[in-house]
């Protein structure tokens, strides 16, 4: 197992406050790693840590075989990230903008011209060289903005909401490239969304709340322990399934013309559709969802 990422006893105050609890994790290279979290949860000042925008009060953290606090500037050279608000000047092309950013890293022109070239071909947004970054649309901006984190050609890539306000067509075109970008150049993702269909495509994920880390597994882990399946019946004679459904001791809560019972999983359903033999139109089994874990795990809806 290669450890790209590796996080032990961080700790970080902000006065009487504290935001991250001595929490131990680790990244793989070459996975995608989701790091889920509420508002507040710790989740912004972790990642800020490991990018070298913010300092630790305790613990460690290595990347890629360099320790934070005494190899900054070489994990800033593996490093990409893609902020949820975009750093990139409105007037600029989208050309030059990806040129100053390479400039920032010492990089040569020769490098820079190449890397630049790369980087637009990667996202798809050769076309758009000459266009003032402003005129672009969302969809544009974003892959853009991915462009710019590539630059100095990064072996981890930080994405921080990188789908936030974009239409579910130009969402799954960004997913795509992210997808072509881990397999075929071998680059870690370290994820962070609000959308948990995203953290689904995850090789791993940690749910962090309150500053301490709260859950973690992948994603058939975490919805298989904190999630739970669902039974819908549509009911020819509603009132004979309640009552049947109350004799089995089975839960359920009543929605439009379907009866809905939580199971643990979908076997569960058997027994039950057994004893409401006759009473029904239809049912569908559903299974539990990320959506449901988050809540399961934090109590809490993420958006919030």
């Known amino acids: 197992m290669n450890k790209i990422i590796e ?16 929490i131990d994790f680790y990244v793989e290279a070459g996975k995608l ?4 979290g509420p508002n507040g949860a710790g989740k912004s000042t972790t990642i800020n840590i490991i990018c070298t925008l913010l300092q630790k009060d ?11 606090g005494k ?9 990409g990230i893609v902020f949820q608000e975009s750093v990139l000047d409105q007037y600029l092309t989208v050309e030059e903008n990806l040129f ?4 920032i890293y010492g990089l040569s022109r020769h490098t820079v011209e190449e890397n630049t070239a790369k980087a637009m071909k990667v996202t798809n947004i050769a076309d758009l060289a000459k266009r003032r970054y402003g005129t672009l649309s969302g969809g544009q901006r974003r892959r853009t903005d991915i462009a710019r984190a590539l630059i100095n050609r990064p072996k981890i890539l930080f994405l921080d909401e990188p789908t936030t306000g974009l239409d ?18 071998g680059m870690t993702i370290f994820l962070t969304t609000h959308y948990m269909e995203e953290a689904e495509k995850a090789d791993f994920v940690i749910v962090i709340d309150d500053g301490v880390i709260a859950a973690k597994g992948t994603p058939a882990e975490l919805k298989d322990k904190y999630s739970n399946d669902s039974l819908r019946i549509k009911p020819t004679d509603r009132d004979a399934a309640i009552r049947i459904l109350k004799e089995a001791g089975a839960a359920f809560t009543e929605t439009a013309d379907l009866i809905v019972v939580p199971i643990r999983a979908t076997i569960d359903a058997l027994p039950l559709l057994g004893r409401l033999e006759g009473l029904i ?3 569908q089994v559903l299974n539990g969802t990320m959506d449901d874990a988050f809540i399961g ?3 809490k809806e993420i958006r919030e």
């Open 58 to 68: 305790a613990g460690g953290v290595v990347v890629d075989g360099f320790e934070l």
């Open 168 to 185: 579910p067509q130009t969402r799954k075109s960004v997913w795509d490239m992210i997808e072509e970008l881990r397999r075929d150049e």
């Open 33 to 36: 790693f989701a790091f889920l």
């Open 7 to 22: 996080v032990s006893g961080l700790t970080k105050n902000y006065g009487p406050i504290q935001a991250v609890k001595n």
């Open 100 to 103: 100053t950013r390479g400039s």
């Open 281 to 283: 139109a239809g049912f």
């Open 71 to 79: 190899d900054d500037q070489k994990i800033r050279e593996r490093i």
């Open 297 to 299: 795990i934090t109590g």
